[in-house]
């Protein structure tokens, strides 16, 4: 097995006074060479954006985008003609494909959104832009590892252009899970939510990161109540 942790003070950070990111791997003002990607894994962000602010019209390509809200709500809107509202439990992704064009902006004029924004290489290039999302309710997630983004074709979660599987997982302090790698030569990157716990006997803190491949299994252990996302991701 071989690993690499990013604790959470170690990721890049970015004040725009609107928007506050940490950036776990390069992106924008912040470059690391040894922190560009893990596998097919290219941005994992961490963002809030104050009460009626947000990211303009933009464009993007051949990338699979995924947004996790973890507090508040994010207005989407795109040149695909949606307009929707993604709240606390929601998973939203576009497949850019051949080029698609959004914003996202908090909805509230009154609070922040906090939102995870993740970035995947896919397996095929130009594909016609797509968008969906799916709302995944706190019980499905309770002490389970619930798979909210998974390849297309399958029937969990959303789907998207790559042999990746995302899970999200709320675990009471002392439970215990194990997760087995759905494909061989995947890796799996943990970033843990809330709470403390171990994966494969390491370490995990609040907003920390851990990178785990050239293994079959991890097995969880929460030291105390944890929200947890593991991203399984082909590493090559």
Do not use: C
């Not at 795109?78 to 914003?103: E, F, Y």
């Amino acid at each position: 097995m071989k690993t690499i942790l990013h604790k959470a003070a170690t990721r890049g950070y970015a004040d725009y006074g609107w928007l506050n990111s940490w950036h776990t791997f390069s992106f924008a003002g912040y470059i690391d060479d040894t922190r560009t990607n893990f596998g097919m894994l290219r941005v994992l962000n961490d963002d809030t954006v104050a009460a009626g602010m947000g990211f303009g019209k933009h464009g993007h390509n051949n990338m699979e985008i995924i947004s996790i809200p973890l507090e508040g709500d994010l207005q989407h809107g795109d040149d695909l003609g949606n307009t929707t509202i993604i709240k606390q439990g929601d998973v939203q992704i576009m497949s850019a494909g051949t080029g698609v064009v959004h914003s996202e902006k908090n909805a509230s004029r009154e609070v922040p959104v906090k939102f995870l924004q993740i970035w995947i290489f896919p397996n095929k290039q130009n594909v016609t832009p797509r968008y969906d999302q799916k709302t995944f309710s706190e019980q499905e997630k309770q002490n389970n590892l619930a798979i909210v983004v998974s390849p297309m074709g399958e029937t969990e979660g959303v789907n998207i252009h790559q042999d990746a599987w995302f899970s999200l997982g709320t675990l009471e302090k002392g439970s215990t899970l194990t997760y087995n790698i759905k494909k061989s030569g995947n890796g799996v990157y943990a970033f843990l939510l809330e709470g403390d716990l171990l994966i494969n006997d390491i370490v995990l803190n609040r907003r920390d990161g851990l990178g785990l491949w050239e293994t079959e299994k991890l097995i969880i252990s929460a030291d105390s109540k944890a929200q947890l996302l593991l991203m399984e991701v082909p590493m090559a």
